[in-house]
């Protein structure tokens, strides 16, 4: 009975381990899949983090060829507004030349109005009213240049206040752009 007994325990446990091994080759199976589901699944994400990566270089690199740009650009503004204004202020500098000739002229003409007059002063009262009308005329045509002159002259000091302004706005942002650029660029190279 004893012997009936263990025999038949030992088939139950060949049966058993039967059953175990072929568990244990289906968990080995299943092992495997999910070994090359996960190798799969390390290859996509690899492929993923290269491409995110070369969007960011390419978008840094496109961001950074457009604030170069814009930084060429605004040099180049500011370029022209000296140029601009080294003009006006060339013309700036003819007209006070010319406002200074023209007060000379004026003065000299009233010295000569003043000569005539009392030179004049021997002649007729018609032909000195008629000289003096002329000069008066002509004193009053160099005062409206005069006029125009000044006037010209406030114009184009008020433009080269103006362009020196905007020069110095056009130099702080350009200072401000050129340490951006340079803290990207440092940041980049990090």
């Known amino acids: 009975m004893e012997i009936l007994r263990l025999a038949q325990s030992k088939r ?8 175990l091994e072929r568990d244990m080759q289906r968990i ?33 690199e496109e961001e950074w060829e457009k604030d170069n740009c814009t930084t ?12 601009e204004t080294a003009r006006l202020e060339r013309k700036n500098e003819t007209l006070v030349h010319s406002i200074t000739e023209l007060q000379k002229k004026l003065t000299r003409k009233s010295q000569k109005i003043t000569k005539c007059e ?5 002649g007729t009262p018609e032909e000195s009213k008629a000289k003096l009308q002329q000069l008066e005329a002509s004193c009053a045509d160099q005062e ?22 905007c020069i110095k706005k056009y130099q702080e942002t350009l200072r401000k752009i050129e340490e951006e650029l340079e803290t990207r660029f440092l940041e980049r190279e990090v």
């Not at 139950?12 to 059953?19: E, F, G, P, R």
Request: some cysteine; glycine content about 2%; charged content about 35%.
């Open 12 to 19: 139950n446990i060949i049966s058993l381990n039967m059953d």
């Open 72 to 83: 060429m650009e605004r040099e180049t503004a500011l370029q022209e507004l000296e140029e």
């Open 144 to 165: 409206k240049e005069l006029v125009k002159v000044m006037e010209e002259y406030a114009f184009v000091a008020q433009l080269c206040e103006d362009q020196a302004l």
């Open 28 to 60: 080995d199976e299943a092992n495997q899949e999910l070994l090359l589901k996960i190798q799969e699944r390390e290859n996509e994400i690899q492929r993923l983090e290269n491409e995110v990566t070369q969007t960011g270089d390419l978008a840094e």
């Open 118 to 122: 009392q030179s004049n002063l021997d």
